[in-house]
């Protein structure tokens, strides 16, 4: 079974943790669902920031290194783009963020 890119599993961190904050804001009125919808997919985002910096630290050095675009700019000549980079620090930031994310959530809930 082929693992996931590290890219691909970044790009689904960010749509989750995007889900997360629309979710909360439209649950708004009831404060456990809020809370359960908010903190359920920062910690699922989390736990995918984790698999991707992980995964880009094992992976060989061109594996998964495309680039992708955040949103269409309107300023030209001007890209919003994320890409992890070949030196590997992007990847291991990317892992401690996500602990410590994850690790936050945990004391939050508590």
Known sequence: MD???????LQIALCVYV?????????LRHERIANLVGFGCATVAGAL?????VLG????????REA???WPSLI???ELTVKLDALRDAE???LVMAQAGRDGLI????
Not at 19 to 27: E, F, I, K, R, Y
Not at 57 to 64: F, K, M, Q, R
Request: glycine residues 16%; aromatic residues 8%; proline residues 7%.
């Open 49 to 53: 920031g984790i698999g991707a910096g």
């Open 57 to 64: 630290l094992t992976s060989g050095p061109a594996n998964g």
């Open 3 to 9: 693992l996931p890119s590290a890219t691909l599993l």
């Open 107 to 110: 004391k939050a809930v508590r």
């Open 76 to 78: 030209p000549y001007l």
């Open 19 to 27: 889900a997360g904050v629309v979710g909360s804001l439209l649950s």
């Open 68 to 70: 992708f675009e955040l």
């Open 92 to 94: 291991f930031k990317a």
